[in-house]
Nanobody, 123 residues
Framework: QVQLVESGGGLVQPGGSLRLSCAAS????????IDWFHQAPGKEREEISC???????YYKDSVKGRFTISRDNAKNTVYLQMNRLKPEDTAVYYC?????????????????WGRGTQVTVLS
């Protein structure tokens, strides 16, 4: 059974940093693309970053230059380093595995999500 577990969320002051982790079991992340999404209260879930199996990355403009995605295949974990956090970054953050390349969703056979971790940036 595949499980993705996010951790590292919390409460932080504006300008602060957090590092989110997405640990996988039942699935080797090595060749998969890992997405990070966030969902703010009352808003739709949106993708903010992705790292492909080949290591290429994607960032939504709103987080570019502040967030860094990385992976540790030995630990089967993907990280999202979030710096210079803003109140508008407040959301539940989810990781997902949906394919092998960022922007290419395989379909129902490869569609795994974690339960999310809350990030709150005080305003």
């Amino acid at each position: 059974q595949v499980q993705l577990v996010e951790s590292g969320g919390g409460l932080v002051q504006p300008g602060g940093s957090l590092r989110l982790s997405c640990a996988a079991s039942g699935l080797a992340l090595d060749y998969h693309a890992i997405d990070w999404f966030h969902q703010a209260p009352g808003k739709e879930r949106e993708e903010i970053s992705c790292i492909s199996g080949d290591g290429s990355t994607y960032y939504k403009d709103s987080v570019k230059g502040r967030f860094t995605i990385s992976r540790d295949n030995a630990k089967n974990t993907v990280y999202l380093q979030m710096n210079r956090l803003k109140p508008e970054d407040t959301a539940v953050y989810y990781c997902a595995v949906r394919g092998y390349d960022c922007g290419v969703v395989v379909g129902p056979g490869l569609n795994y999500w974690g339960r999310g971790t809350q990030v709150t940036v005080l305003s």
